[in-house]
């Protein structure tokens, strides 16, 4: 009986430490909703793929920072977004100021300025897309089901991060911090000299800067690629 007792205690014990040790807190910024559900392919979310595009694009050194807030716009979270931009959230593309910057054809006055390269056509749709959808702060878990840290090739993986995350300020003719990430060879050079994966694990100013921290699974991604010697694949 004693030997029953001792056995089923330390086996409740044991499954205790093993659901502590497996029970992980989902990293959730205080205004940020948490990524709970699955992407769903025909919904765009502002935290996932909104967001990454106004940090790259606008929020880089004497732009829409919170230190700078050039025309007292700040674009690096929804809630800057909501109250620095007249009527940032509306769908009408001519109210819509965050819209009309971007749109505009006069590259006096479009955004991001020249010698920046306008949004592309997809970047451009995202945001039309995600107005039409109701403009919500909403977030998806892309690991939702697993991360496979293996899924690591250059083409899938590595340069459309890169495209949406970082070229934005790692481009033209000044680009941030002296680093220019607009190609493979120049992807490479970071990934190699060790760089890459430093700048996106450091604990403070981590890259993308005043964006979200990558998640686990995307840095173990990248730090498969960079051991597999960066490979154009
Ligand atoms: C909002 C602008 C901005 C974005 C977005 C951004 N960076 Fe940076 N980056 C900077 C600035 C500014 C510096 C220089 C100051 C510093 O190192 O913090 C820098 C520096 C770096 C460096 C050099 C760090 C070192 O140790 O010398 C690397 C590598 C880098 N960024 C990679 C990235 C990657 C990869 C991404 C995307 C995941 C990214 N950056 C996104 C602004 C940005």
Redesign the pocket.
């Known amino acids: 009986m004693n030997r029953f007792i001792w056995s089923a205690g330390s086996g409740i014990v044991l499954c205790g430490l093993l659901l502590m040790s497996c029970k992980h807190d989902p990293y959730v910024n205080p205004e940020n909703p948490p990524m709970t559900g699955l992407c769903d392919p025909d919904s765009v979310y502002f935290q996932n793929q909104v967001l990454p595009i106004l ?2 694009n606008c ?3 004497g732009c829409h ?1 919170p230190q700078d807030h050039e025309e007292d716009v700040v674009l690096d979270s929804y809630q800057s977004l909501v109250t620095t931009v007249e009527n940032g959230t509306l769908n009408d593309l001519h109210e819509n100021k965050l819209m009309r910057a971007i749109l505009d054809s006069d590259p006096d006055d479009r955004m991001p300025p020249p010698p920046n390269a306008p949004l592309t056509s997809d970047q451009i749709n995202i945001l039309k897309q995600w107005l039409s959808q109701g403009a919500q702060n909403n977030a998806c878990d892309e690991n939702f089901g697993g991360c496979d840290p293996a899924d690591a090739k250059y083409g899938s993986f590595i340069q459309p ?2 495209q949406t ?2 070229v ?3 481009s033209g003719n000044n680009p ?2 002296g ?1 220019k ?1 607009t190609n493979y060879s120049e992807i490479k050079t ?1 990934a190699l000299n060790g ?2 994966f ?3 694990t450091r604990s403070s ?1 981590w ?5 979200a921290k ?1 998640d686990d699974c995307n840095i173990q991604r990248i730090q498969t690629w960079v051991q597999a010697g960066a490979p154009e694949n």
Do not use: A, D, Y
């Open positions: 940090v790259s929020t880089e050194s920072n991060l890169v995350r970082c934005g300020c790692h941030q911090g680093i990430l970071v760089k890459l430093s700048s996106v100013n890259m993308p800067l005043g964006g990558l």
